[in-house]
């Protein structure tokens, strides 16, 4: 007998544009016809093991099963789970694989979820893996920007605030760089600058324009997009930097004065200060929204994976 191969999502690289277009097109398809998909995974249970804080991500995984009929199980620190009394993470995976059919996972190391699909038997999502990877935010981002702006290429994309430890980031980036005349503008501090290996493997191989700023306002006429990021306290070895970068950026209704008018504000959130709340009630602002979209995304990633057709 052959043995079937266990699909999983590592990284967004994993997929393909064409892969990538059909969950658009089937999430875009969930969303106008949700009673369509409430039983078609009528059984089958969903496993979120979360190794570090999560609202979005753990929560919109689990909607997403219960949407379509599942069922979901799981634990949303590792101080809960056997982790804390030694457990390692393969082990836990071969456990929680008997369990459930399906496992999303999100781990502080960077790599945790590439090692725990070798010892898998249901496919394993990663969630974030501290400040590498986050393919399904990738995956709702993209959703984000077709829905909103009817388009994925000819685009100027502002990425703006913490560049170097944003995982969300360097996935979108990669992501992106696929489609056609994408240019980047990294706006960040110094300190926070977008990695030299993912300007060397993804930017420069693909020929991607880019333009690096400290300057929020420097580039806004030109964007159509702008990806706001948090500072994130958790990357940091050393309180003093994070104090010092935290509020670097504030985006506010000044610093918009030159916006387009259809610009698109996105953030992976949370959102602590970098986002004045003044900027949610601005019909450009799409971060809720876009949180809203990760659910539809995630049911048709889990449909994927599980082959339901
Ligand atoms: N965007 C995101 O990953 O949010 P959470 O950390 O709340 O899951």
Do not use: W
């Amino acid at each position: 007998m052959i043995k079937k191969e266990v699909k999983h999502l590592i990284d967004i690289k994993d997929l393909t544009v064409k892969e990538i277009d059909d969950l658009i097109k089937v999430a875009n398809d969930i969303i106008n016809n949700k009673e369509k998909y409430s039983n078609v995974c009528n059984g089958k249970i969903l496993a979120t093991l979360f190794f570090e804080p999560s609202t979005r991500t753990r929560l919109s995984f689990e909607s997403a099963m219960i949407r379509l009929g599942g069922n979901v199980l799981g634990f949303s620190e590792a101080s809960s789970s056997s982790v804390s009394k030694g457990e390692s993470v393969s082990d836990t995976i071969r456990v929680v694989g008997g369990y459930s059919d399906i496992i999303a996972m999100r781990h502080p190391k960077e790599g945790a979820p590439l090692v725990a699909c070798k010892n898998s038997t249901v496919p394993i999502i990663n969630a974030g893996d501290g400040g590498h990877n986050h393919p399904t935010q990738t995956l709702t981002d993209l959703l984000t920007i077709s829905s909103e702006k009817k388009r994925l290429d000819n685009l100027t994309i502002g990425l703006c605030g913490d560049l170097k430890f944003g995982r969300t980031v360097h996935s979108l980036i990669t992501a992106m760089s696929q489609y056609k005349k994408i240019k980047f503008i990294l706006i960040s501090p110094e300190e926070l600058k977008l990695p030299e290996y993912v300007k060397k493997e993804i930017l420069d191989k693909n020929n991607i324009e880019y333009i690096e700023t400290n300057d929020i306002e420097e580039y806004m006429s030109e964007l159509d997009i702008l990806y706001m990021t948090r500072v994130q306290k958790e990357r940091f070895f050393n309180e003093a930097d994070y104090i010092r970068l935290k509020d670097y950026y504030i985006l506010n209704k000044e610093k918009l004065k030159t916006a387009k008018k259809d610009l698109c504000i996105m953030h992976p959130l949370p959102r602590v200060n970098e986002i004045s709340t003044d900027i949610d009630s601005d019909s450009r602002a799409k971060y809720f929204k876009q949180a809203e979209y990760g659910v539809y995304i995630r049911m048709a990633l889990i449909l994927k994976l599980l082959e339901v057709k």
